[in-house]
């Protein structure tokens, strides 16, 4: 089959969960000998990545309006208009829930799509003013008709999404590669020991609630430091404000990758995820599967990835943020216990082998006469 991919930034994935879902599902595709378009962004995707196929994906790079408010909507708009014109694709995959609204348009031209919902995008606090919110809620109400299939990446959303609209979309869970723990090569070098430090890996963005992780961690009586490791386009108020926050244990060390990120994933004591609106999150998942401790707020899609695995904190509050971190810095035997159940609570619930089984088996029915139709 010939499948466009549409709405990310762009891969190769160097941030942005939706950015790693379809790298991981796109080069398994491709190499089960489909033919993968995936669209990327002139910001995020280099002239230089988009001359030969990237893992044995052809990547079509196209500008778009790069401001908070319009990057994705114009890219996909583009998108959409190439791929109708240009491609002749026998599916259409859009990831996200703001590009609902864009998923009608290759069905008008006869092309089935597939929209991909990876959490509530209207709860993000990055969309608290009205206009954006409307927009998201009005393509959450309306995606099951625009789309050919509604798929979702976790369980929660599917029972959420049953419960208010009466609809049953598909899922496809987030996947994992076990990788290898790394040995301590780097990290004395950033003044960092093992299992000598608090860890945050992610955007830094409102909705990952970095802040309450800072004012908690400075009401700590420890000289455990906490490491934050990320950044964020389109968020410089907010990095002033965790900057003003931060006390003297605390290093920011921007975007890191590779065997670097995998080095503090290996060693850290625990890692912590205080987000407020979250899918199933890739720096969770990555966190278990290095065998890590974890510490997450109790929205429904933290505790769904955690399970057995995590300590919990209730979501927004500080004051409890503190006292469980507390406790866990007090109880090391506690923490090194929970660390051992982490890799194998994720081996067995994740599995890119599995989602990519799923939407192979989804875009051929799709396209397969009489079954087109089906929801």
């Given amino acids: 089959m010939r499948i466009a991919i549409l709405g990310l930034k762009g891969i190769p994935a160097t941030y942005g969960g939706v950015e790693r879902y379809t790298e991981e599902l796109a080069t398994r595709l491709a190499a089960r000998g489909h033919e993968i378009l995936v669209y990327a962004r002139t910001h995020y995707t280099s002239k230089e990545l988009a001359r030969k196929p990237y893992q044995g994906i052809q990547l079509v790079r196209l500008p778009s309006l790069n401001l908070k408010t319009t990057d994705t909507l114009s890219h996909t708009l583009l998108s959409t208009l190439d791929v109708i014109t240009q491609r002749h694709v026998d599916t259409v995959i859009y990831q996200s829930l703001g590009n609902a609204f864009m998923s009608v348009l290759p069905r008008l031209a006869g092309i ?7 959490t509530e995008e209207w709860r993000m606090e990055k969309w608290k003013g009205a206009t954006a919110q409307v927009f998201l809620r009005a393509s ?19 029972e959420n999404l049953r419960l208010r609209y009466g609809r049953e979309a598909g899922f496809a869970s987030q996947g994992i590669t076990l990788p290898e723990l790394r040995p301590m090569k780097n990290l004395e070098t950033l003044g960092l020991t093992s299992r000598g430090y608090i860890l945050f890996v992610g955007r830094l963005v409102p909705q990952k609630g970095v802040h309450l992780l800072l004012e908690a961690y400075s009401k700590l009586q420890t000289d455990m430091p906490l490491v934050i490791v990320g950044d964020a386009p389109h968020q410089k108020k907010y990095q002033d404000q965790l900057r003003s926050l931060a006390t003297p244990g605390v290093r920011f060390l921007g975007f890191r990758y590779g065997d670097e990120l995998a080095e503090l994933y290996s060693h850290a004591y625990v890692y912590v995820l205080p987000s407020s609106s979250e899918g199933i999150a890739f720096t969770l998942l990555e966190a278990l599967a290095f065998n890590n401790c974890v510490l997450v707020s109790t929205i429904p899609a933290n505790i769904e990835a955690a399970g057995p695995s995590g300590f919990f904190f209730q979501s927004g509050d500080t004051s409890d943020l503190c006292r469980v971190l507390g406790e866990l810095l007090a109880h090391p035997d506690l923490v090194a216990e929970r660390r051992g159940q982490a890799r194998a609570h994720i081996a067995q619930q ?7 089984d799923y939407y192979e088996q989804l875009c051929l029915a799709l396209t397969t006469p009489d079954k087109g139709a089906h929801r």
Avoid at 141 to 156: E, I, P, Y
Avoid at 350 to 356: H, K, L, P, S
């Fill in 350 to 356: 994740y599995n890119w082998d599995r989602v990519a």
């Fill in 112 to 118: 089935p799509t597939i929209l991909v919902l990876h």
């Fill in 140 to 158: 959450e109400r309306v995606s099951f008709s625009l789309a050919t299939h509604v798929c979702v990446t976790s369980q929660w959303l599917q």
